[in-house]
C-alpha cells in the first residue's frame, strides 16, 4: 500500500469530515439527471449478493462487489460475514478452506459458544473470540423456550415485546462501550495492509454481523440503500432453516406459538433505526460514531477505503 495512496485518501477524507460533506455523499442519491447520467451505477438495478452455499451454515457472504459513491467498488474475497461455523461438514470446510482465510472473528459471547459449539475450521485456522453483549438476547431464547410455559412465553415475547428487545440489543451496539472496542478493533484488522481474508460471525449472522457489516459498507462510501439491502437479506437466507427451527420446537412440545420467535429471528428495518437514531443522538453522524465512538483516525479510515475499494 503506498504512502501517496494513504496520504491522499486521508486529506481527502478530513476535507470531508471538516466540512460534514461524506456522510451526505454517502447516504444521498444525486438529485439531478445530470448528475446520473456522468454516475450511471447510481441508476442500475440491484447488486448481487454474494453467498458462499453451505450445508451447516445459511448466511455465509462476501462482502465484496458492491459499487460505491465514488465510482469504485468493494473488493471481493478480503471480508465475509457468516453465522456460526460449528455446523460445518467436510465439504463445507473444503469450501471454507478455498476462500483463503487468514483469520475468522467469532463475536459470540460464552454461553453461546457452549450451547452451540466452537467454529470448525480448515486446518490451520483457529476462530479468535471477539464476543459482542447480545444484551441478553440468547439468555432470553434459552429461558422462554425452556419454561415450556404457554403463559411465560407469551409474557417475555408477545405484545411487541420481542420487537422492543430486539430495539435494546441493537442500541447497545452504539451505548455499550465494550461493544463498540469489539467493533473497532475490526474494523482495524480490515484496514490493516498486512491483514489477509477474514470472516466474522456471530450466531445467526443478522444483528452484531449484521450492524458490522452495514458500518463497514457506509464506512467505504457504499450507498446507505445498498447497505441496508444487505442487511436485510439475511432474512431471505435464514428464512427455511428458522421456519424449521419452529417447526421443530412446536413438535417438541416446547412451544406451542413458536411465532413468538419471529421478531427475534428476523432483521427489521426498524431494528437498524434503532441503532442509527442512536448513533446520531450520541455521535451526530455515522462518521462521528467511527471517528468519536470507535476511535478510529483518519489514516486508519483511508487506509481501509485503500485496501477495500478499486
Known amino acids: 500500500m503506498s504512502r501517496a495512496r494513504i496520504r491522499l485518501a486521508t486529506a481527502v477524507l478530513a476535507s470531508a469530515l471538516a466540512i460534514g460533506t461524506l456522510p451526505a455523499a454517502a447516504y444521498a442519491a444525486p438529485a439531478d439527471s445530470a448528475a446520473a447520467s ?37 473488493r471481493q474475497g478480503l471480508v465475509y460475514r457468516s453465522d456460526a461455523l460449528g455446523k460445518l461438514t467436510p465439504s463445507d470446510i473444503t469450501t471454507v478452506g478455498g476462500l483463503g482465510l487468514t483469520k475468522v472473528l467469532d463475536f459470540r459471547i460464552p454461553m453461546e459458544v457452549q450451547y452451540d459449539g466452537a467454529d470448525k475450521l480448515p486446518a490451520g485456522l483457529a476462530s479468535t473470540a471477539r464476543p459482542v453483549n447480545d444484551n441478553g438476547l440468547y439468555g432470553l431464547l434459552m429461558s422462554a423456550i425452556g419454561s415450556g410455559d404457554p403463559v411465560k412465553q407469551e409474557q417475555m415475547l408477545g405484545g411487541g415485546r420481542g420487537e422492543a428487545y430486539m430495539r435494546d440489543v441493537y442500541r447497545a451496539f452504539v451505548t455499550n462501550p ?63 432453516y428458522d421456519a424449521q ?62 485496501k477495500m475499494v478499486r
Open 178 to 240: 465494550e461493544n463498540r472496542a469489539q467493533f473497532a478493533a475490526t474494523l482495524r484488522e480490515i484496514a490493516d495492509g498486512n491483514q489477509g481474508p477474514l470472516l466474522y460471525h456471530c450466531t445467526s449472522g443478522k444483528d452484531r454481523t449484521g450492524w458490522m457489516s452495514y458500518v463497514l459498507l457506509n464506512a467505504l462510501a457504499v450507498p446507505k440503500a445498498t447497505a441496508e439491502r444487505d442487511y436485510l437479506a439475511s432474512n431471505t437466507f435464514r428464512a427455511a
Open 38 to 74: 456522468r454516475h450511471p451505477w447510481h441508476t442500475q438495478s440491484p447488486e448481487t449478493i454474494r453467498q458462499i452455499p453451505l450445508q451447516g451454515a445459511v448466511n455465509v457472504r462476501d462482502l465484496g462487489g458492491y459499487r460505491t459513491w465514488t465510482g469504485g467498488r468493494v
Open 245 to 306: 427451527v419452529r417447526a421443530g420446537i412446536k413438535a417438541s412440545g416446547r412451544m406451542q406459538n413458536p411465532d413468538l420467535l419471529i421478531p427475534l429471528q428476523e432483521v427489521r428495518q426498524d431494528y437498524l433505526d434503532a441503532a442509527t437514531t442512536q448513533m446520531e443522538a450520541d455521535y451526530g453522524s455515522l462518521y462521528g460514531y467511527l471517528t468519536d465512538g470507535l476511535g478510529l483516525d483518519l489514516r486508519t479510515l483511508a487506509k481501509l477505503q485503500v
